[in-house]
């Protein structure tokens, strides 16, 4: 049961642990971006940005979602598998810091607690919603919906590269 005395917990999940979940899904495609040639800017966050750190741009609701700014990545250069392997960036680091948890709690190299628990929870949820195949209220694909769209060469209504 959820109890007044739970609410820092859930301020520490929401402000820290869903932030940091966000992070690690921005900085898969980023990562992808990069060793594949494209250029991305990561949003962190919704509202006025606050501070820019590299390509990550902190945003004033830091903690409330999370997206990326692709560059050039429609060039006829870029491939197909190069595309697909942005757009999964994300769900892949997500799902190997579930398994790189999930494993050294296993391994007794950590203790099992609530934030590892919110943690693993946080990441499922974040790549259950980025895989599954939407449009988003402003136009944009999720990451699933976007790489159907480039396997079967289907214009995007609102092109997120």
């Known amino acids: 049961m959820f109890g007044f005395e739970d609410m820092w917990k859930f301020f520490f999940s929401l402000f820290l642990v869903l932030p940091l979940v966000t992070i690690i899904h921005q900085s898969g495609h980023l990562f992808f971006a990069k060793l594949l040639g ?3 800017n ?10 820019k750190i590299g390509s990550f741009y902190i ?6 979602d999370g997206w990326c700014e ?21 769900s892949i680091f997500n799902l190997t810091t579930i ?12 203790n099992p607690n609530i934030y590892f628990y919110q943690f693993v929870y946080f990441s499922v949820y974040y ?3 980025s895989l599954f195949p939407t449009e988003y ?3 944009c694909p999720s990451d699933g919906k976007a790489v159907l769209n480039i396997i079967f060469n289907k214009p995007l209504e609102k092109d997120p590269y």
């Open 38 to 40: 494209c250029s991305v």
């Open 137 to 139: 209220v402003n136009g």
């Open 99 to 110: 398994i790189l948890v999930n494993s050294l709690i296993l391994q007794e190299f950590l």
């Open 42 to 51: 990561i949003h962190i966050g919704t509202g006025k940005p606050l501070c």
């Open 70 to 90: 692709y560059k050039a990545l429609h060039q006829k250069k870029n491939s197909k598998m190069k595309k697909v392997l942005i757009f999964l960036g994300g």
């Open 127 to 129: 790549v259950f919603f």
């Open 59 to 64: 945003r004033k609701f830091y903690f409330f």
